[in-house]
């Protein structure tokens, strides 16, 4: 059972588009999500969200926790065909196996000109 | 600039051939992971070393090992790659549940 769920799993959009992401988990203990971007190597660090109802911010990239909905997301206005990439969401909890990253299947993100 | 660091960047090994990955990093953190992602899939835990303690995730294969000789590296090593073992390897640090980082990958091709 997935307990990172993305959504949409792909995403076709043309440049100048703004974007929402979606990211809901189901963990005991939750301790933090993280969003990261992934083009063809590593994953790139992005936000990391412990409080709820608090906005990130990094340029034209935005994100922000629903403890209570138990979700997250991240937002792109403006999108540059730079955009294009996976975006993954992965959380952290307490207790047993807790200092792994728990990933979703990631959003696949296409930015058209 | 402290980093974690991946060599070799792209390896090719033959069916049963034994391969190590290498991973090597600067931030002084206490636990090191290795994570295998497939094309297309979310990256997966293979196992973790907490300081020197290793944990195994429960459906790692037996084919994979690891190896922490010391804080700063740590080794993936698989017995005999099958070609469903062709995949992103993915090391990463961290200091207890914080300051995750990954290195830059290692593309392995099974022939």
């Known amino acids: 059972e997935d307990k990172v769920v993305q959504s949409p799993l792909s995403l076709v959009v043309h440049e100048g588009d703004t974007v929402t992401l979606n990211c809901s988990y189901e963990v005991t203990n939750f301790r933090s999500l993280l969003w990261y971007k992934q083009e063809k190597k590593a994953p790139t660090f992005l936000f990391m969200l412990?409080?709820?109802?608090i906005e990130k911010k990094s340029g034209r990239l935005s994100s922000i926790l629903d403890k209570k909905e138990l979700s997250s997301i991240l937002n792109i206005t403006a999108t540059q065909t730079g955009d294009s990439a996976i975006y993954l969401c992965?959380?952290?909890?307490?207790?047993?196996?807790?200092?792994?990253?728990?990933f979703g299947k990631g959003t696949k993100l296409s930015v058209i000109p | 600039d402290a980093m974690v660091i991946q060599n070799p960047r792209y390896q090719v090994t033959q069916f049963g051939k034994p391969v190590t990955l290498s991973c090597s990093q600067t931030?002084?953190?206490?636990?090191m992971y290795w994570y295998q992602q497939k094309s297309s899939q979310a990256p997966k835990l293979l196992f973790h070393?907490?300081?020197?303690?290793?944990?195994n995730e429960a459906d790692t294969p037996d084919n994979f090992q690891s190896r922490r000789p010391n804080t700063s590296f740590c080794f993936l090593d698989i017995r005999s790659p099958g070609l469903g073992d062709a995949a992103m390897y993915l090391c990463?640090?961290?200091?207890?549940?914080?300051?995750?980082?990954f290195g830059s990958g290692t593309r392995l091709t099974v022939v």
């Open positions: 992965a959380v952290t909890y307490s207790g047993a196996g807790s200092y792994q990253l728990t």
């Open positions: 070393y907490y300081d020197k303690d290793f944990n």
């Open positions: 990463a640090t961290s200091r207890g549940r914080n300051g995750y980082t």
């Open positions: 931030l002084n953190h206490n636990v």
């Open positions: 412990t409080s709820s109802g």
